[in-house]
């Protein structure tokens, strides 16, 4: 199932919509896009409008995986994102996600998970926030609740959300911390145990799928 995910998202991505209908977005007051399983998109940081973003850079530090950052700029494609089912589900692409769904979130770039675990972020020490893994290889450690804030009950383009990590309770969030070297400019993306205005996220550009209608 996985593979159909990043199959179809390569597609979309690489503008071969093979006349399907699909197009890249922004976010407008008119049409609001809503978020279903196999659309790309990138997750803009609410207060610092910095995207979530890898690279194929190690941490310096905790576990040596693949560096998760914000990127200040708009137009980089190592920020986008596919959005996938949790493991063992029988959810299908073009699935609308609620509210309180647990989802992954696949770098588009190098194929890894966004995932969490215990070891200390490299400049605050809060809980480092990784990407791993790869096509064949996840575990729970990749799984997010998507959780809405306000009166929303679906995932949708305008609605202000927050992920939080199913294995260890924290909130992914960022912050005006910034690398200095490697990631020169780019901001610190950990992961914090409280509701904080800095944990919000949005999604924003992307490809999103239509609505699967249910038969």
Not at 43 to 50: A, C, D, G, V
Not at 180 to 209: F, S
């Amino acid at each position: 199932m996985a593979v159909g995910f990043l199959c179809l998202a390569v597609f979309l991505f690489l503008g071969l919509d093979l006349d399907t209908g699909y197009a890249a977005t922004t976010p407008t007051a008119e049409g609001v896009e809503q978020i279903t399983y196999g659309s790309v998109l990138k997750l803009m940081h609410e207060r610092t409008k910095f995207r979530l973003h890898s690279h194929d850079v190690p941490y310096g530090s905790g576990s040596g995986q693949q560096s998760v950052t914000g990127f200040p700029n708009v137009d980089d494609a190592n920020s986008y994102w596919v959005v996938g089912p949790q493991l063992e589900t029988s959810a299908r692409q073009g699935d609308s996600i609620p509210s309180g769904t647990i989802i992954r979130l696949q770098h588009m770039k190098t194929r890894k998970w966004l995932h969490s675990h215990l070891h200390a972020s490299p400049i605050s020490s809060n809980q480092e926030v990784s990407c791993f893994g790869g096509e064949n290889e996840s575990d729970t450690g990749d799984h997010w609740r998507v959780m809405i804030e306000g009166s929303g009950k679906t995932w949708k383009q305008d609605q202000r959300v927050r992920l939080q990590h199913v294995d260890t309770g924290i909130y992914l969030h960022s912050h005006d911390k910034k690398y200095q070297r490697i990631a020169g400019g780019q901001q610190e993306v950990c992961g914090v145990r409280d509701k904080r205005a800095d944990n919000v996220w949005l999604a924003a550009e992307g490809v999103y799928l239509p609505v699967t209608e249910t038969k």
